[in-house]
């Protein structure tokens, strides 16, 4: 559940990394326009082609159709590319989801305004922030965070009950549970966006 006209790229690649992740049957909730590029670059998957704002975001007569394809669904991602003020639709899919839900970009900033909608998630639900993002979730500076990621994202996986994926130079992965993983290869370059 992504993309808009400014954000067409960021949803084309979600469904060609799901595609390529062994995913055999991807469904992008999106606008018509994203979804007529993403079919362009990836014609196997399944388009669920939403009305739009003259900003070219998902309209909100879009809710709808996501829930009842929430419904349907085995894991979800939402927000790359979304566009901003989109917070209503990731306080439903957390309300509504019972598989698997992973949060990233546009969908954390929408997060980051009320958090403890996490608290209410009857479903799994994993953050892939890049620092910037995690210190708007947490309001913690960069500083901070960079001081100890490894301790701030186990502290805050196991707060809310989540996984929490903190991309930088190197990626921190913690879980609710209290497990750990860290991934030295790459560089700051890695946390940018397109390139995860």
């Given at each position: 559940?992504?993309?808009?006209?400014?954000?067409?790229?960021?949803?084309?690649?979600?469904?060609?990394?799901?595609?390529?992740?062994?995913?055999?049957?991807?469904?992008?909730?999106?606008?018509?326009?994203?979804?007529?590029?993403?079919?362009?670059?990836?014609?196997?998957?399944?388009?669920?082609?939403?009305?739009?704002?003259?900003?070219?975001?998902?309209?909100?007569?879009?809710?709808?159709?996501?829930?009842?394809?929430?419904?349907?669904?085995?894991?979800?991602?939402?927000?790359?590319?979304?566009?901003?003020?989109?917070?209503?639709?990731?306080?439903?899919?957390?309300q509504?989801?019972?598989?698997?839900?992973?949060?990233?970009?546009?969908?954390?900033?929408?997060?980051?305004q009320?958090?403890?909608?996490?608290?209410?998630?009857?479903?799994?639900?994993?953050?892939?922030?890049?620092?910037?993002?995690f210190?708007?979730?947490?309001?913690?500076?960069?500083?901070?965070?960079?001081?100890?990621?490894?301790?701030?994202?186990?502290?805050?996986?196991?707060?809310?009950?989540?996984?929490?994926?903190?991309?930088?130079?190197?990626?921190?992965?913690?879980?609710?549970?209290?497990?750990?993983?860290?991934?030295?290869?790459?560089?700051?370059?890695?946390?940018?966006?397109?390139?995860?």
């Amino acid at each position: 559940i992504g993309g808009c006209s400014r954000y067409m790229g960021a949803a084309v690649l979600a469904v060609l990394a799901a595609m390529r992740a062994g995913a055999g049957y991807v469904t992008l909730a999106s606008t018509k326009d994203v979804c007529r590029a993403a079919l362009a670059c990836v014609p196997e998957a399944v388009m669920l082609p939403l009305a739009q704002t003259r900003e070219g975001q998902i309209a909100k007569e879009g809710l709808n159709p996501i829930l009842d394809a929430v419904q349907r669904s085995t894991a979800i991602l939402i927000g790359n590319g979304l566009g901003p003020e989109k917070y209503p639709f990731v306080n439903a899919v957390l309300q509504e989801a019972r598989c698997p839900v992973i949060i990233d970009a546009d969908g954390i900033n929408a997060l980051s305004q009320n958090i403890s909608i996490l608290k209410r998630a009857e479903c799994p639900v994993g953050l892939t922030p890049h620092i910037k993002e995690f210190s708007r979730l947490t309001d913690k500076t960069l500083p901070q965070i960079k001081t100890d990621p490894v301790g701030e994202s186990l502290a805050f996986a196991k707060e809310h009950g989540v996984a929490v994926a903190l991309k930088d130079a190197y990626t921190v992965t913690a879980s609710a549970g209290g497990h750990l993983w860290i991934n030295t290869t790459g560089n700051a370059g890695m946390a940018k966006a397109g390139s995860g």
